[in-house]
């Protein structure tokens, strides 16, 4: 199998579940109306969608920081419960909330180490608006165990979707497209 069938193998697989984790963060950043507001953070997230449950290799427990499975565990069972969930998560929490590629929410969330680089030619380039979450979500993407990867801006509710070390952005006034409302 070579990389591009790897890559699109990786993405229909798993392509409902990160509709679900985007459309999500895309929720969040729209509900929020106080961006711009100068001392006040909007809601942060940061997702990882991994192939398997062993992903300590790469990751440190990020300490009380937890997804309480107890009320969503499993990503795409209720949209309605999963939202409700992220929005507390995504104002009372750090770090990146890991979930598996059948959609299973890990309870505890993560730090994500660097990769060792030793080529300083395969090292992702960073745009200037990213900060520490998108830059974790972007180099996390590049690892084999990871599908994908989605961030939202607690600064200005973009959200951002990580596959394979590249990434597509979404600033908030684009999040929706055409179905976005207006008013």
């Given at each position: 199998?070579?990389?591009?069938d790897?890559?699109?193998?990786?993405?229909?697989?798993?392509?409902?579940?990160?509709?679900?984790?985007?459309?999500?963060?895309?929720?969040?950043?729209?509900?929020?109306?106080?961006?711009?507001?100068?001392?006040?953070?909007?809601?942060?997230?940061y997702?990882?969608?991994?192939?398997?449950?062993?992903?300590?290799?790469?990751?440190?427990p990020?300490?009380?920081?937890?997804?309480?499975?107890?009320?969503?565990?499993?990503?795409?069972?209720?949209?309605?419960?999963?939202?409700?969930?992220?929005?507390?998560?995504?104002?009372?929490?750090?770090?990146?909330?890991?979930?598996?590629?059948?959609?299973?929410?890990?309870?505890?969330?993560v730090?994500?180490?660097?990769?060792?680089?030793?080529?300083?030619?395969?090292?992702?380039?960073?745009?200037?608006?990213?900060?520490?979450?998108?830059?974790?979500a972007?180099?996390?993407?590049?690892?084999?165990?990871?599908?994908?990867?989605?961030?939202?801006?607690?600064?200005?509710?973009?959200v951002?979707?990580?596959?394979?070390?590249?990434?597509?952005?979404?600033?908030?006034?684009?999040?929706?497209?055409?179905?976005?409302?207006?008013?």
């Amino acid at each position: 199998m070579d990389e591009l069938d790897r890559v699109l193998n990786r993405y229909a697989t798993s392509q409902a579940l990160m509709d679900q984790i985007r459309y999500t963060a895309e929720t969040l950043s729209l509900e929020f109306d106080r961006w711009g507001e100068r001392h006040v953070s909007g809601p942060g997230l940061y997702f990882l969608v991994v192939a398997e449950v062993n992903f300590g290799e790469y990751t440190d427990p990020l300490g009380a920081n937890t997804w309480p499975v107890d009320r969503c565990r499993v990503v795409t069972d209720s949209p309605e419960a999963f939202t409700a969930v992220a929005r507390d998560v995504a104002f009372g929490h750090d770090g990146a909330v890991v979930v598996t590629g059948d959609g299973t929410i890990q309870e505890q969330m993560v730090r994500v180490r660097s990769p060792t680089v030793t080529d300083a030619e395969s090292a992702p380039e960073y745009p200037d608006w990213m900060g520490t979450r998108h830059l974790s979500a972007l180099e996390a993407s590049t690892r084999d165990e990871v599908l994908w990867a989605v961030t939202l801006s607690e600064e200005d509710g973009r959200v951002t979707t990580f596959l394979n070390g590249t990434y597509q952005d979404y600033p908030r006034d684009q999040i929706g497209g055409r179905w976005r409302p207006t008013g």
